[in-house]
Nanobody, 127 residues
C-alpha cells in the first residue's frame, strides 16, 4: 500500500503560480511512477502530468497538452515527495488536483488505470 497526501491548493489569481506537494508513505516511493490528475466540477478526472521512477535512469516526464509549458512535475525521493509547479494559471485550471502512484510506465492516462490515489487538494483560479 501507498498512502498519498496532497497539499498546497488555494485560491490564486489568473497568471499566478502555485506549487502542489504530495507526500507519500508506505511502500518504497522510489519504485513508483508518480502522477497528477485533476477534476473540475461536472467533468471527468483527467491526466495532468507524470514522472517516472528512479530505476529507469534519468527521470522521464510527460504532460497533458493543456498544461505543457506551464506546469512542471518533479520528485524528491529523499523526501518521498512529488511536486507540481504550476505557472501562468488560468481559470480553466480550477479543479481538485489528485496525486497518483502507479507501478507501471508509461503512467496510465486514464484514472481507472491508476494503483493509488490521494484525497485531493483544491485549486481555485480567479479571473
Amino acid at each position: 500500500q501507498v498512502q498519498l497526501v496532497e497539499s498546497g491548493g488555494r485560491l490564486v489569481q489568473a497568471g499566478g503560480s502555485l506549487r502542489l506537494s504530495c507526500a507519500a508513505s508506505g511502500r518504497t516511493f522510489s519504485s513508483y511512477a508518480m502522477g497528477w490528475f485533476r477534476q473540475a466540477p461536472g467533468k471527468e478526472r483527467e491526466f495532468v502530468a507524470a514522472i517516472s521512477w528512479s530505476g529507469t535512469g534519468p527521470y522521464y516526464a510527460y504532460y497533458a497538452d493543456s498544461v505543457k509549458g506551464r506546469f512542471t512535475i518533479s520528485r524528491d525521493n529523499a523526501k518521498n515527495t512529488v511536486y507540481l509547479q504550476m505557472n501562468s494559471l488560468k481559470p480553466e485550471d480550477r479543479a481538485v488536483y489528485y496525486c497518483a502512484a502507479d507501478s507501471s510506465w508509461p503512467f496510465p492516462l486514464e484514472w481507472y488505470g491508476v494503483d493509488y490515489w490521494g484525497k485531493g487538494t483544491l485549486v481555485t483560479v480567479s479571473s
